[in-house]
């Protein structure tokens, strides 16, 4: 519990393994409940995760949406909090943003990453800057400023489930989460920037730089179409 909250962690992911015993000790002792998504994974995620305290919700259907959409539901909490399990993501701000939710009566805070330290590899040049590059194009499509449309860590209030129906299974799950949120009428959105250092992720990444990232950029233009 924190602040008489109740608080889960919802974290998808495939083949991570590594990843997910480092993520899930950084925790902080607050959380009451970590639900982990096995997307389909070949190696041990699921039994490294369960052997950790973690709920684990088995999702068969490959993509970073399907995986969402199969633990986001399952969350039990008050307040829900998403990061990835590969151990990039700064787990000691979870409290500091859970704290900006509730004491300015907010109902989505997504955490921007603000870089202080950079590992050498070109690979996480290209992600900041690939980042901008749609987050500009969020902003020019829809209105919304967002530094970090691609972040995947965001603390909410459970009930704004029942308001946003996000369309995509894979990877643009994130962007269309956020644009949703900051355009919904009766959800009070709000990016919050976090110290972020570019290390070196446990295991391989998923994240394929150029394809995936030019089918973000098209979903943001098929998205704006539809909405």
């Not at 950079?118 to 900041?128: L, S």
């Amino acid at each position: 519990m924190h602040k008489d909250r109740k608080i889960t962690v919802v974290i998808p992911c495939y083949n991570e393994e590594g990843g997910i015993a480092r993520v899930i000790p950084s925790l902080p002792e607050f959380i009451d409940e970590i639900i982990v998504v096995d997307n389909n994974s070949t190696d041990r995620t699921a039994e490294v995760a369960s052997a950790m305290g973690a709920r684990v919700v088995s999702e068969p259907r490959q993509g970073y949406g399907c995986a969402y959409k199969a633990g986001l539901p399952a969350a039990q909490g008050d307040i829900v909090v998403t990061m990835d399990g590969d151990g990039t993501y700064p787990a000691h701000a979870i409290s500091y943003l859970i704290d900006t939710l509730l004491i300015d009566d907010l109902d989505f805070v997504s955490a921007a990453r603000i870089p202080v330290q950079w590992a050498h590899c070109p690979n996480m040049i290209k992600r900041y800057f690939g980042n901008i590059a749609l987050s500009i194009v969020t902003c020019m499509l829809f209105g919304i400023r967002l530094r970090d449309s691609q972040s995947g860590m965001w603390v909410f209030r459970r009930q704004i489930l029942d308001k946003i129906q996000v369309l995509s299974d894979g990877m643009p799950f994130s962007e269309e989460f956020k644009i949703r949120a900051f355009r919904h009428e009766s959800i009070f959105a709000r990016e919050v920037p976090v110290q972020f250092k570019y290390i070196t992720r446990v295991g391989a990444s998923k994240l394929n730089l150029w394809k995936d990232g030019y089918r973000n950029l098209l979903y943001l233009f098929k998205l704006r179409r539809e909405m």
